[in-house]
């Protein structure tokens, strides 16, 4: 093979590599750790928007010694959670891993694994689903034996996505009637909670039959209607199709401490009865879709005090 040959093959086989790395970006790794890293997205949605399996993405992970931190594996932090009372659930959803995994770390650290109920117990996912599933206690029984008020039962059952049973027995006419309900929700701008308490029923009821009668539903940022602290009246804000996620990854990456004058998340909600907030340090109303405006560099972790400084709730801003 002459000299020139060898250069041509060289080269052939160059542009191969390089069109294979353009039709496959999952080899990229560049790509990969942007997207596993930087983002901190899950390897099966890295699969879905690549478009690959989750297996392949691990592969490729692998070869390129794309590694995340395991947080679940420092003790000191462990304890330190635990301490504050979260849960197994909870501590799971902080540290981004599965409760089983807590719990064979817990255990591993000689780390007490038993239940028990936080200083606020109406926040705890579990203590609800054993009283308000298990038990089948009523909201108003639940808020009872936890010592706080039935509001606070139904808003921390619908954070934590807990099937909900209506407390009127019958269905209200107005949730049957298609055009009374697209009425209320619509032309009233009455959230699924002020519905809720007008027709005595369960804010879950009033979304399924929203649902059932094809009516779109708003998405709102961090809590629903006029429990968002930007409420004041009319249609809620949408923030678009990821926000939550973006919100989720916000909290981690600020390590759930407010960035103006560093309140933790428990210390917040022990003050406040709530999280923390993100917050859009450039409005979402400057942008052509509500989703270009959730980057996370355009995020940060805030407190309702300095959020409420920075943005005063009186001056009607998006976020």
């Known amino acids: 093979m002459t000299s020139t040959q060898h250069e041509r093959d060289s080269h052939s086989r160059a542009n191969r590599m390089s069109e294979m790395t353009e039709e496959a970006p999952w080899r990229q790794a560049d790509r990969l750790r942007s997207l596993y890293i930087g983002e901190d997205l899950s390897t099966s949605e890295i699969g879905e928007q690549l478009g690959c399996s989750r297996k392949t993405v691990e592969n490729w992970l692998k070869k390129h010694d794309i590694e995340k931190s395991r947080p679940w594996e420092d003790e000191e932090r462990l304890r330190s959670l635990r301490q504050q009372g979260m849960s197994e659930a909870d501590i799971a959803d902080e540290l981004d891993?599965?409760?089983?995994?807590?719990?064979?770390?817990?255990?591993k650290f000689g780390i007490d694994t038993s239940r028990t109920r936080p200083e606020r117990p109406w926040h705890d996912e579990e203590t609800l689903r054993e009283l308000y599933v298990e038990s089948e206690m009523t909201m108003d029984e639940v808020a009872s034996e936890l010592g706080c008020g039935r509001q606070a039962i139904e808003v921390w059952i619908h954070r934590h996505d807990i099937e909900t049973r209506s407390?009127?027995?019958?269905?209200?006419?107005?949730?049957?009637?298609?055009?009374?309900?697209?009425?209320?929700?619509?032309?009233?701008?009455?959230?699924?909670?002020?519905?809720?308490?007008?027709?005595?029923?369960?804010?879950?009821?009033?979304?399924?039959?929203?649902?059932?009668?094809g009516i779109e539903t708003r998405t709102v940022g961090s809590q629903p209607g006029e429990l968002h602290h930007r409420w004041e009246g009319g249609v809620d804000e949408y923030y678009g199709d990821n926000w939550a996620k973006?919100?989720?990854?916000?909290?981690r990456r600020d390590d759930y401490e407010c960035q103006r004058c560093g309140i933790t998340q428990s210390e917040h909600r022990n003050r406040t009865d709530i999280g923390l907030d993100v917050h859009h340090k450039t409005p979402i109303r400057t942008f052509q879709s509500p989703e270009d405006a959730n980057t996370l560099d355009n995020l940060v972790t805030l407190c309702r005090s300095c959020h409420n400084t920075i943005e005063p709730p009186n001056e009607n801003q998006n976020d």
């Open 167 to 213: 407390y009127n027995p019958e269905t209200p006419k107005a949730l049957q009637d298609e055009s009374k309900l697209r009425s209320m929700y619509l032309s009233d701008g009455m959230s699924t909670y002020a519905i809720a308490e007008q027709l005595d029923c369960a804010p879950s009821t009033v979304h399924d039959w929203l649902h059932d009668h």
């Open 97 to 107: 891993c599965s409760q089983a995994t807590v719990h064979n770390w817990l255990t």
């Open 246 to 251: 973006q919100r989720r990854k916000t909290l």
